[in-house]
């Protein structure tokens, strides 16, 4: 086989901060491979950042031809791939493996009655609760979550303050222990803890009885006069009726990883029909924690057979529109939002490739500086969570494909067109978050202030996530 060069690939826009990854260096070398055959034993002399580059160029000639339609030449790269990615081993590893397998599944969608066998014989359909645990690895593994609560409830306390009825729409209620602090400030107000109402947004009923009986016991604790009003709804299916929004309440809305779900294209609802029928009751399907960039690329189009049809008739691509024109007729005194900080939206598969391999191993790479790579949790972390947010970004398209991650500024010229306006977080919130890293023993993680008052959580200097407010526009 001729020696391998990078081909086509997209350049990630922003410089990658990975320290132990080759994607650091990838757009700066070359390399030539030997002859790869399956028995050869050349992998077993790389050493780590050899082997690391050499999966990142085995990738993306993998996405080129897959995107391509080459899947002869696409299979001979998942060949060689095999040989030197592996789920337990270090970032770079892991990784590819994940990738791969979402290349090869992306792949198989050319012949859609062989992927649907296949993937209806081998389909993991997770619990409900051990969705949630491998979420709340997320949450105790990475600062990036606390991170985003700890701003979330510094903003409320401050925008709150001297309010007697309180009213909070968690649109993802499916964890008490993010409020748990807040009850506890709101608690040490000088003028004592107002009325408190949180409304929970959930698809699990479940889920969101477990968050109402914790939560009750802590404000009984407390002292505090509370009530949670349970909402079983998908986000696209919410009825803003069912929130049950009063009169003289001070409004909050909180929405944690959860609006790019509704970026999703409009079709019809066979797509949903077939999805129930495949999906037994009780269980959900995998959990979830923009355009790659603005100009055009000279990529290959989704071929339209990748994917069912949109089952949801109300998720076009304007309903992230009208529902934040929605959420703003509300009038909140405040709406906090966390987003992936990365562009994972594009109609191009070798873009969505191309900045999510970025991403994750750059995600991957702080957890193997944080976490033992023995840990269970953190390989049920990967596997369950980040390794599905993958197949997804890359595998699915149409209605399947919820993982459709963007950045602030697109995020921002929405709220601006729904009548919302920036909110600056403010100082403590910067301070709390800072002073959080600092007791997390790892010199990676940063906090950073971007113009407009919003917060950036970062590995080294790429921003992974970001945290914003924002209150309605006042009117003339």
């Known amino acids: 086989m001729a020696p391998m060069m990078m081909g086509n690939v997209a350049q990630d ?8 990854s080759p994607l650091k260096s990838f757009s700066l070398m070359s390399l030539s491979l030997p002859a790869l055959l399956p028995c050869s034993p050349w992998h077993r002399e790389l050493k780590s950042d050899e082997r690391g580059l050499c999966l990142v160029h085995l990738l993306f000639n993998c996405a080129n031809h897959v995107a391509a339609g080459s899947l002869d030449r696409a299979n001979a790269f998942l060949e060689q791939i095999a040989l030197l990615a592996a789920p337990d081993g270090d970032a770079m590893q892991r990784i590819a493996s994940h990738f791969t397998e979402a290349l090869a599944r992306r792949a198989l969608r050319l012949w859609p009655g062989l992927y649907h066998a296949l993937d209806s014989a081998r389909a993991v359909v997770l619990p409900v609760t051990e969705a949630a645990v491998a979420r709340r690895h997320f949450l105790d593994l990475c600062p990036f979550l606390r991170l985003s609560y700890v701003v979330a409830n510094q903003a409320i306390m401050d925008a709150m303050e001297g309010e007697k009825v309180v009213h909070i729409v968690d649109l993802n209620a499916s964890d008490p222990t993010p409020w748990l602090s807040l009850f506890k400030g709101l608690r040490a107000r000088p003028e004592g803890p107002p009325h408190l109402k949180i409304t929970g947004v ?234 959080l890293l600092q007791g997390f023993g790892c010199n990676g993680y940063q906090v950073r202030e971007e113009a407009g008052g919003c917060l950036m959580l970062c590995w080294q200097d790429r921003p992974l996530f970001s945290v914003s407010a924002w209150r309605r526009k006042r009117r003339d």
């Open 202 to 435: 959930h698809e699990h009923r479940e889920l969101l009885n477990h968050t109402a009986i914790r939560l009750s016991e802590e404000a009984e604790r407390l002292d505090i006069p509370f009530q949670f009003n349970p909402v079983v709804s998908r986000l696209d299916d919410l009825d803003i009726e069912s929130l049950r929004i009063k009169t003289g309440e001070a409004l909050a809305i909180t929405a944690v990883l959860q609006l790019h779900t509704l970026l999703a294209t409009n079709d019809t609802a066979d797509g949903r029909k077939a999805a129930q029928r495949a999906t037994p009751a009780g269980t959900t399907q995998q959990p979830t924690l923009g355009d790659f960039v603005d100009k055009d690329h000279n990529g290959h189009s989704p071929n339209s057979n990748s994917a069912p049809s949109s089952p949801f008739a109300s998720t076009s691509p304007e309903r992230i529109d009208s529902f934040l024109s929605v959420l703003s007729g509300l009038s909140p005194k405040l709406m906090l939002v966390t987003e992936q900080e990365s562009n994972h939206n594009s109609t191009t598969l070798t873009e969505r490739f191309a900045e999510s391999l970025f991403y994750y191993a750059a995600l991957f790479d702080c957890l193997d500086s944080t976490v033992p790579r023995r840990s269970v949790e953190r390989l049920r972390l990967e596997k369950m969570l980040l390794g599905e947010e993958i197949k997804n970004i890359i595998a699915c398209e149409g209605w399947e494909r919820k993982e459709r991650h963007e950045k602030l500024d697109r995020w921002a010229r929405r709220f601006d067109a729904a009548g919302f306006a920036a909110a600056p977080l403010g100082y403590y919130s910067l301070l709390h978050a800072r002073r």
């Open 13 to 20: 826009d922003g410089s990658s901060s990975v320290t132990s």
